[in-house]
């Protein structure tokens, strides 16, 4: 500008003027200075060019803890986790940030307590107009329950593909089954056959047959249930429902398992009384509770098992009480859950599928399984079924 031009611009803005515009700016400065003095959801900072604090908002004490006239003159590192220091973290930060004007990252920082929390941190590298570095402008972000929902999301999709992964080796495990299954019926019931056409009388060989075909016939009821549970939600599952007694169908499954409870070496008891009629998928309601049997067998330590079939209240129930191994408090939420297991894998094999398969069935059906046990004092397990009105006089459905 021109001195002539100077004195123009004097005379257009006369002296109290001058004063006003630099009392505004002033103002205009103290209430920027209150502004982030306040802001209580951003750690809004300074550093000196050296990276040592030279400002500290109430968000910043909030955020981590130290009170201003805790941290101003320490250097910034104290935010950061051992390891970054060593790594140089926080003056590799600096230097971007005084070469680029601007640093961003996400990363754990500390707190005054040494707890950690998930960061998002813009450096900012503040300079005079002539391109003087006077020191950095922080602002930090607590990211901490978006990265633990993030998180959370990510285990649960990591769960859901495992379950998932083995769900299909099962069933295709199970595909693969069926054909050398087919087989072993279709040879087992030739050889009987055969052995009739040819008159054979040695009694140990017609009932070694008999097993053999009765055993093939049950591998495939097996895996035909693994086929329709596995892959099913409980609320789709078809059922191919008749009267049928529920009592009789429990003595019928513990009659096919006698050389199973003989091994298990537990001696098992049904407690008499009277049917107990529901309408229900037999094949289903077998495979519910030999699953139910099977359990109490493994982990029922040689010690008696009792069953029990009631009918009340329009509902029928059948119950099972072992006195082995016992279940402990903190794996009974997640019992039924597919693949859920609560025994030393090393001394008790299993998928952790017969209490899933056990729910599904007795869902299906409009029913529920309920368990009690203790660790160390054995378990009840319980179904129960909608029952066949007058389930209790009706004696005439079939087992
Ligand atoms: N009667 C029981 N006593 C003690 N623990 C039991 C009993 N029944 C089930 N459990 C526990 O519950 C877990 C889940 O049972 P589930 O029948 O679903 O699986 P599994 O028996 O391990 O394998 P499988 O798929 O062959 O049945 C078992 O691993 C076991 O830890
Ligand atoms: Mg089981």
Known sequence: MTEAGKERAAKAEPRGDRDGAAQRQRLREGALQLFVESVR?????????????????????????????????????????????????????????????????????????????????????????????????????????RKRAEEDRLAMVAQEEGLRAREELLVVAAHELRTPIAALQLHADLVRRTAEREGVTNDRLVDRLARLQHSATRLSRLVDAVLRVATLEPGRIELARQRLDLRALVERVVEEHRAEIATAGCAVRLEPGPPAVVSGDRHLLQVLLENLLANALKYGDRQPIQLRVAARGGRAA??????????????????????????????????????????????????????????????????????????????????
Do not use: C
């Open 41 to 145: 959801d951003y750690a809004l900072f300074m550093l000196d060019p050296g990276g040592r604090i030279a400002t500290w908002n109430a968000g910043a004490e909030r955020m981590k803890g130290w009170r201003a006239e805790e941290i101003v003159g320490q250097h910034f590192s104290a935010f950061y986790p051992a390891e970054e220091i060593a790594r140089g973290k926080p003056e590799h930060e600096l230097e971007v940030a005084a070469r680029e004007g601007r640093f961003e990252d996400e990363g754990w920082r500390l707190r005054k307590d040494g707890s950690r929390f998930w960061a998002n941190v813009v450096i900012t590298a503040v300079r005079t107009r002539e391109g003087e570095l006077i020191g950095f402008g922080k602002v930090t972000r607590d990211l901490t329950q």
């Open 318 to 399: 059948v119950s099972i009480t072992d006195r082995g191994i016992g279940i402990a408090a903190e794996r009974l939420p997640a019992l039924f859950d597919r693949f859920s297991r609560a025994a030393a894998p090393r001394h008790y094999g299993g998928l952790g599928l017969g209490l899933w398969t056990v729910r599904a069935i007795a869902e299906a059906h409009g029913g529920s399984v309920r368990v009690a046990s203790e660790a160390g004092h054995g378990a009840t397990f319980e179904v129960e079924l909608p029952a066949e009105v007058g389930a209790e006089a009706h004696a005439g459905a079939s087992p």
